[in-house]
């Protein structure tokens, strides 16, 4: 698994377990203070991007007239990823 990858998979990991605790208004803050948190501090501008690349796979949604993210039901990472990359050993 790419480092890249690894990323992604620790922020959606990050974005499930905030969502679990309660947060019904998700924002890459959210996600900044978890990781600070966790002491494994990440920048903001870094969690958006993956944020953005969540989205791409069909792991989160964002309601653009609030700026609130969401994650997408039923939806699964590993799943996602494999059909990015056209093979279920990708991650």
Known sequence: MSET???TKAIYEA????????NVSL????????????????????????FSRLENLGLLKIDATTGIW???EGADFD????QVNGS???S
């Open 15 to 22: 974005v499930c377990r905030v969502v679990a605790d309660g």
């Open 79 to 82: 799943e996602a990823t494999a």
């Open 27 to 50: 924002r890459p803050g959210d996600i900044v203070g978890y990781f600070r948190d966790q002491d494994r501090p990440l920048g903001s501008w870094e969690v958006r991007g993956q």
């Open 70 to 72: 969401e994650l997408v």
């Open 5 to 7: 990858l690894r990323l």
């Open 88 to 90: 279920k050993n990708s």
